[in-house]
């Protein structure tokens, strides 16, 4: 049998079909192979069938115009390069989600930053369970196996166990750099930027809950309304400079550059706290800017805590700071 341009064509091999619908059957082990040929620009007239042949053995390609079942997930017949690339790419993510577990807890900001990360690197499918820390569940035996603080979150991904919210983050990036948004910039002065913004957020955290929840940290009969002006005062403090800090990038601007980044990640959740608990983004204007940036942004909302969207009012916490 010939093909056109009168080559011999093995009768075995399905024919190439520049247009028109195959749908593939994709073993595990010939996945990376698989994106990487998908990721490479189409610098010639192959179509992305072409290209996704190429790249594996021919028991393996299906020529049938029915969907086939690829790792239990549906792969539809694309006539669009791109979109055949983005259905594989999904799939292949949706897989390696399945292989992690997030304990986590409602409206935390550690959890938070790590379910936005998550987002952020498509990473969703994967296996998680809300807590309750009013019930103290984050104390438990099935939380303490793998996180002996007892703290949340707790994350494990395969074999491979990251508790502290920063370190799943970076873990995260590090593992699936190329899988989603880029979370590091490229640029070390972007860089240097960004990780001073992420440790600083640290103690804008810590300021923060010292105000928010004074009452829940300190015993009652250890409380003085002296310390909880001094810790009011702290936060003001602080607001100011992270104020500056957004007045001096401009309009616009994310926490560390023009980029959203992991410094956004961390310090989101806690400027969506301080807005949560009544802050005056009149008297705090880049900051109410930058939440204003963000709450709509994908990741964010995919991730927003739930028991905000039952009861979007909050409180008053923080109104006269």
Request: hydrophobic share 35%; glycine share 6%; with cysteine.
């Amino acid at each position: 049998m010939k093909e056109k341009g009168g080559k011999r064509r093995d009768p075995k091999r399905p024919p190439v079909r520049v247009s028109g619908e195959l749908n593939f059957r994709v073993p595990v082990k010939d996945l990376d192979s698989t994106l990487k040929c998908c990721r490479r620009p189409f610098k010639t007239k192959l179509s992305m069938n072409e290209c996704l042949q190429t790249t594996m053995t021919r028991s393996n390609v299906v020529k049938k115009r029915e969907p086939q079942c690829l790792h239990g997930e549906l792969l539809s017949s694309f006539h669009h390069p791109s979109t055949t690339s983005l259905s594989v790419v999904r799939i292949h993510s949706e897989t390696m989600a399945k292989a992690m577990t997030l304990l986590w807890g409602a409206g935390s900001p550690p959890c938070w930053r790590v379910m936005i990360t998550l987002e952020e690197k498509n990473l969703q499918g994967y296996n998680q369970k809300l807590l309750s820390f009013d019930k103290m569940e984050h104390k438990s035996k099935e939380v303490l196996d793998i996180n002996p603080r007892g703290q949340l979150p707790t994350f494990k991904h395969g074999n491979t166990i990251v508790n502290d919210s920063y370190a799943v983050c970076f873990y995260l990036e590090s593992k699936f750099k190329s899988q989603g948004n880029k979370l590091i910039p490229d640029s070390q002065e972007e860089q240097a930027l960004m990780y001073q913004r992420m440790f600083e957020g640290l103690t804008f955290y810590d300021k923060l809950n010292a105000v928010i929840y004074y009452d829940w940290f300190v015993p009652e009969g250890e409380r003085h309304e002296s310390a909880l002006n001094r810790n009011k005062e702290a936060l003001t403090t602080e607001l100011k400079l992270w104020e500056g800090y957004l007045q001096k990038l401009g309009s616009g601007s994310h926490v560390a550059g023009p980029s959203f980044t992991l410094a956004d990640v961390v310090i989101f959740p806690t400027v969506a706290y301080l807005f949560r608990f009544g802050l005056s983004a009149k008297r705090y204007p880049k900051l109410g800017e930058y939440h204003n940036l963000l709450k709509d942004r994908p990741s964010v909302k995919a991730s927003w805590p739930p028991h905000w969207l039952e009861n979007p009012e909050g409180q008053d916490t923080l109104k006269d700071i």
